[in-house]
């Protein structure tokens, strides 16, 4: 394994070196952008203002927000012409670094009664921002969400590709499906870091919307610098870089629900940087749903009735905070922080709304310190360091000791057996240290070279204190990942490229009990490693103007975790041989994009995906309530999947649309059964060919919105704005076994939601109504658990931008 | 670029218009009138198993499978049949019990379904119109006291519930794991192994042991030591019993590591209990060892007149060691336990079993039924229970057979 890695990078390294020396022999021009915002007085975007490099036709308009960016401009001094008709003509000075991306900050604008002799500047600090055009990657700009009541997960939730998948409302279980794939297969990263061990408390589905500038979301390659072993696509929440605001909001809704979110900066003008976001969530959760009420005493099942939920409550309450210095010689960015975040969930029902609960409850708590550094033009021009680390505490404790029987009434008669679901009584323990290092160098104006590492080491400890016999109490688990990543770019005005190669290392290790109930009866520390390359390209060609294609290819692999390889150390047998989970991805897609004289934007664009994934780590075949079943390579998936969408904005109003095909079907002709009851060796696999059941294929999302300025008050904007998504039904089993009329489907779901935002004062207030799943529609999810009807909820939110 | 917006506005409006109506999920029907009924477990490359209550008409030709026919039922599902009703125990979260009768049409269909309080160990027929169910609960610290449900067979609901029966004396050496639960001439019969429920090792293996309820009073009347056996049935496979046309019980015993034992100290022997006895036969014993030199067999069926089918397990204790809960090394043989003799059948090739399940095999009319998987695929056996002799029959497109009845 480890020649053929060696053999791999002796290779890449080859053809580094000679494509490097080939090209650096012509190229010296040398180019960057820049990037910023146009504002007003109070701080609001100025939507269509020009921004023109004084002397030439190179320029940008900016968008709605007044956020601008110009590519390749030659690298040195330039003037910054800043225009718009009511406005005071604005120029300023900045120098252009190749290779990177200059921010301006805010650029206020005066109104042209008003006079005002120097431009102010805010925030002048160069921020390198990694260039995605080649990545199959949606960016959901999180400035639109800013008045939006709804969670941060479900907002992506709108990508095209994208899926939540949820339990029921606030707090509950929820996963991401990006093309069919879920749970460990996508992976979470904020600023860069693996959120893995950050706890459930501190999740897409309890981070408040203010805290995030964008979130992008990568639906194959990943970049270099997001060193992970994900094998279906990541979400990277990038934190709001303003430089000095305070953003406050309440909400209140139906189900008792209430949100408080208070995210700020101070930067000092000696670099001095305070950055926060505290959240506080609450929900009862007590929404209706239709179900079959139980007789307790018969168990006979009753007809349907719309009940309320009765023991759903959800609260959480974190923080984010950073502390330290930005814009030094020595440092770009010095932080330390922590993350800290507790929740509590009541847990109503289990995998199907059949099991309804009235005591089981988890609580989750983290605490996550950080630091942060990253310096570009360190040592030498062009080469930029980032680094980061973080140790995480984190415990769940989960409680169901009840020897109770609810029914959906929130009834309940005495049992013979304690646990409504499983007895227990159990803490979990997490820690984990993280190291993550980028460095970047910029070798001439086309080509760059990235290398990344990233290490994490993880122990586990688990105890059951309503069974304190229980052999896995407090046996510890390990598991240490180490991820190389070296990524080559090139970039020219036509085309740009990245290849990168990936080395996934892994060693975990835990106790296990030998000849038990003999003298000779002990724990032994067991332990295994494992590792696999990795590797991929991705091309950008702009072949006129407007017009993007992009294409990825990527051999992506997850490797296995503790739990999967080790078992639970007792009865889960292990299963050492386990190997990563692979997927080979390719994508291509076309974009066209255009901005229009008067500032209207059209963007179209399309994209295929084409996926063979095999070895999917999942508990063998277990037919009876084997205890003894272990994690295996099973299953094998073809993925076919198209995406489209359309959007088009003016000053008034947008409107878009996107529509997802994604075709996931059983690709083994063959199932290997072992460690199981039913036989063992390969056996015929009866869905061959068939679509994956469980998992939505055909969904489409809509929006409309159109937008007032000056109703009412001078400096305010009126917004409506109406979304729908569609989600067509789908089987809950393999679609071409069973007779029609006895298959379990997931109806066809079409939830309709409408929003009306006020802001005024140029934005330093706003309130915003919501009101979703407006035609009280039926929605469900996995196993038909059923999601909140018809809702609404009231935001008010206090915005300060300081100059 | 009017004409372009008009169609976006149309392609978001789009959801609006597509939709349909809801299935009726009412009673359901299934166009088959033939006298089998199996229900196929399907295990997708997704790991979850689905079941698939087919009917047929032919054992013995063909492929039975689900493509398009068959009612689906989802979760894990044990089955048996009481009177004229299949009862499909199981589901997802709860423990679920639906019944399935053929109606006079000949069809399928589900008659009705009731939840238990929370698990369901083991069921048996009292009469035509009662069944009875007990619930043990899953450790010591979960609970001590036995749940009895009584289920009117006929409307499918629980008429009464008993919690007041303690677990103890069946606990006294370690957590009893349910292995046989039968009825016969007023007493109820429960036989168990004693089993680590954390570690699942078996450390009693030297005595058999069941416990005799009266009914419907559900008195624990005696609790049968036998030191002539190692323990009775094996772990979930409800192996323990056999009833004859007089009532009399014959129980196994094979604590077979192959089907979930981790010791084993005793050989394979038959007892019995004759009708209305609370306590074991002494003058009866077949060592089924002795005769056929250290065999044990690890699924059982009666077929009448103290004949019974079985799969034994081939390997020794020392080879069984290193399969444990595989259920492997299976051949079928002809028992005949009133004469206490036992013949091989021929034309069975070596196989793995069901263990860990009920044993889904069927007898018809002079023969057995039931599924072994090969290497061209699973196929149905027809035992000639007279001549000790075996063909294959039927493909069956499944992963394997979850439940097999004559209905």
Request: aromatic share 12%; net charge negative; proline share 2%.
């Amino acid at each position: 394994m480890f020649n053929l890695l060696k053999h791999h990078i002796k290779c890449v390294a080859l053809i580094l070196i000679l494509t490097i020396t080939s090209l650096r022999v012509g190229a010296q021009m040398r180019v960057g952008n820049i990037e910023g915002r146009v504002v007003g007085a109070e701080g609001e975007g100025i939507y269509a203002a020009m921004v023109i490099i004084a002397g030439t036709t190179q320029g940008a308009a900016t968008d709605v927000d007044g956020h601008f960016i110009i590519r390749n401009i030659a690298a040195g001094h330039i003037t910054l012409e800043v225009k718009l008709l009511g406005y005071t003509n604005r120029t300023l000075s900045v120098d252009v670094v190749a290779g990177h991306s200059i921010s301006t900050g805010d650029i206020v604008m005066q109104p042209i009664d008003k006079e005002l002799n120097e431009v102010q500047v805010v925030g002048k600090s160069a921020v390198r921002r990694q260039q995605e055009m080649a990545f199959a990657v949606s960016v959901v700009d999180m400035s639109m969400a800013y008045n939006s009541t709804i969670s941060m997960g479900n907002i992506v939730g709108k990508e095209s590709s994208v899926r939540v998948r949820e339990d029921g409302g606030m707090g509950s279980n929820y996963s991401f499906s990006i093309n069919g794939f879920s749970g460990n297969q996508v992976k979470f990263f904020l600023d860069g870091i693996p959120m893995d061990n950050f706890g459930s408390s501190f999740s897409l589905s309890t981070l408040p919307s203010n805290m995030a500038e964008r979130i992008d979301v990568y639906k194959g390659v990943l970049p270099v610098e997001l060193g992970s072993d994900a094998l279906g696509g990541a979400i990277n929440i990038v934190s709001r870089r303003n430089a000095n605001y305070l953003d406050a909001s309440y909400s209140f809704g139906s189900f008792n629900t209430h949100k408080i979110n208070i995210s700020g900066a101070y930067t000092s003008e000696n670099g001095f940087s305070l950055r926060t976001t505290l959240y506080a969530n609450y929900s009862d959760n007590d929404y209706k749903v239709n179900v079959q009420i139980v007789d307790l005493a018969t168990g006979a099942k009753g007809g349907y009735r719309k009940v309320r939920r009765f023991a759903d409550a959800f609260r959480s309450l974190g923080t984010w905070t950073e502390l330290g210095v930005v814009g030094k010689p020595w440092a770009d960015r010095l932080l330390v922080g922590i993350i800290a975040s507790a929740s509590e969930n009541k847990i109503q029902t289990g995998a199907t709304m059949d099991a309804v609960y009235g005591g089981i409850v988890s609580v989750n708590h983290s605490i996550v310190p950080t630091l942060r550094y990253s310096k570009d033009d360190i040592f030498i021009d062009g080469l930029s360091l980032s680094l980061f680390g973080t140790y995480g505490a984190v415990g769940t404790e989960y409680t169901d000791t009840l020897a109770r029987r609810y029914n959906w009434l929130g009834e309940w008669t005495e049992t013979t057996t304690r646990g409504e679901f499983s007895l227990s009584d159990s803490k979990i323990g997490n820690r984990e240290w993280q190291a993550v290092a980028t460095l970047s160098y910029i070798m001439t104006e086309h080509q760059s070279l990235t290398a990344n590492n990233s290490f994490s080491t993880n122990v586990r400890k688990s105890r059951n204190d309503a069974v304190p016999d229980e052999p896995t109490n407090d046996v510890e688990q390990n598991l240490t990942k180490n991820v190389s990543a070296l990524g080559y770019k090139v970039n020219f005005d036509k085309w740009n490229l990245l290849a990168f190669l990936k080395n996934y290392h892994l060693a975990n290790s835990t106790y296990k009990q030998f000849d038990i109930f003999t003298d000779n009866e002990r724990w032994e520390k067991v332990s295994s490693t494992k590792n696999k390359v990795g590797y991929g390209a991705a091309l950008t060609f702009f072949p006129i103007a407007d017009v993007q294609i992009k294409s990825s290819y990527e051999q992506a692999c997850r490797m296995p975790e503790v739990n999967e390889m080790f078992g639970d150390g007792l009865i889960q047998k292990s299963n050492t041989d386990l190997k990563p989970e692979t997927s080979r991805n390719f994508n291509i897609g076309a974009g066209y994009s255009r901005v229009f004289r008067n500032g209207q934007r059209l963007s179209v664009d399309a994209n295929f995906i084409y996926r063979n994934s095999e070895d999917f780590i999942r508990k063998g075949v277990s037919v009876s309530s084997n205890p003894t079943t272990s994690y295996d390579n099973l299953g094998k998936v073809k993925t076919r999947g198209v995406e489209g969408g359309v959007k088009y904005e003016s000053q008034f109003f947008h409107v878009g649309g996107d529509v997802t095909f994604q075709d996931i079907v059983d690709d083994a002709r063959t199932v290997k059964v072992t460690g199981s009851y039913v036989g063992s060796g390969e056996t015929e696999n009866v869905t061959y060919g068939q679509r994956l059941p469980n998992i939505p294929y055909l969904f489409a999302n809509g929006e409309f919105g159109v937008r007032f300025s000056n109703v009412g008050l001078q400096h305010s904007v009126l917004t409506l704005d109406y979304n729908c998504s569609y989600v067509h039904e789908y089987f809950l089993s393999f679609p071409g076994l069973g007779s029609v009329s006895s298959k379990k489907i997931i109806p066809e779901q079409t939830n309709h939601s409408l929003a009306v935002g006020y802001t005024f004062s140029d934005g330093r207030y706003s309130i915003a109504g919501e009101c979703n799943n407006l035609t009280d529609a039926e929605l469900y999810d996995n196993y038909k658990l059923q999601k909140p009807g018809r809702s609404f909820s009231v935001k008010l939110r206090y915005f300060i931008n300081k100059k | 670029m009017k004409k372009n917006l008009f169609w976006l506005a149309g392609l978001c409006a789009m959801p609006f218009f597509i939709t349909s109506c809801d299935d009726d999920n009412g009673t359901t029907t299934y166009s088959n009138s033939s006298s089998y009924v199996l229900s196929l477990g399907v295990t997708g490359t997704d790991g979850v198993t689905v079941y698939y209550v087919v009917s047929t008409d032919s054992l013995t030709s063909g492929t039975i499978s689900a493509n398009g026919n068959g009612i689906e039922q989802t979760g894990y599902h044990d089955y048996q049949k009481g009177g004229n009703t299949i009862f499909c125990i199981g589901g997802m979260g709860v423990t679920e019990c639906t019944g399935i009768v053929r109606a006079d049409d000949g069809n399928l269909e589900e008659n009705g379904s009731f939840v238990f309080t929370n698990s369901l160990s083991g069921l048996t027929q009292i009469d035509d119109n009662t069944m009875l169910g007990v619930e043990i609960p899953a450790n010591a610290e979960a609970g001590d006291k036995f749940t009895f449900y009584t289920i009117d067979a006929n409307t499918l609901e629980i008429t009464d519930k008993n919690t007041s029966v303690s677990v103890s004396p069946l606990s006294d050496l370690d957590w009893p794991s349910l292995t046989g639960f039968e009825y016969s001439n007023g007493y109820v019969y429960l036989s168990y192994c004693p089993m680590n429920s954390s570690t699942f090792d078996t450390n009693y293996t030297d005595n058999g042991y069941v416990a005799v309820f009266s009914y419907p009073e559900l008195k624990l009347v005696n609790h049968i030591v036998d030191s002539r056996t190692g323990n009775i049935g094996s772990w979930n496979a409800y192996n323990g019993f056999m009833k004859d046309e007089q009532g009399d019980l014959y129980l196994l015993s094979n604590s077979n590591i192959v089907n979930g034992y981790s010791q084993t100290t005793k050989g394979a022997s038959f007892t019995r209990i004759k009708s209305g006895a609370t306590d074991v036969d002494e003058d009866y014993f077949f060592d089924f060892s002795e005769v056929t030199n250290g065999m044990s067999p690890s699924h059982v069926i009666y077929c009448g007149n103290g004949i019974a089918y079985a799969e034994v397990c081939t390997l020794n204790a020392e080879q069984q060691a290193e399969h444990r809960w595989s259920d492997t090394g299976l051949k079928g043989m002809i028992v005949d336990l009133y004469n206490k003799t036992a013949v091989e059948v021929e034309g069975i090739p070596i196989h793995d079993g069901d263990g860990g399940r009920r044993f889904a095999a069927l007898y018809d009319n002079g023969y057995v039924y039931f599924r072994i998987g090969t290497s061209e695929g699973n196929y149905l056996y027809q035992v000639d229970v007279k001549n000790a002799t075996a063909i294959r029959g039927a493909k069956v497109s499944a992963t394997f057979v979850a439940g097999f009845f004559a209905l």
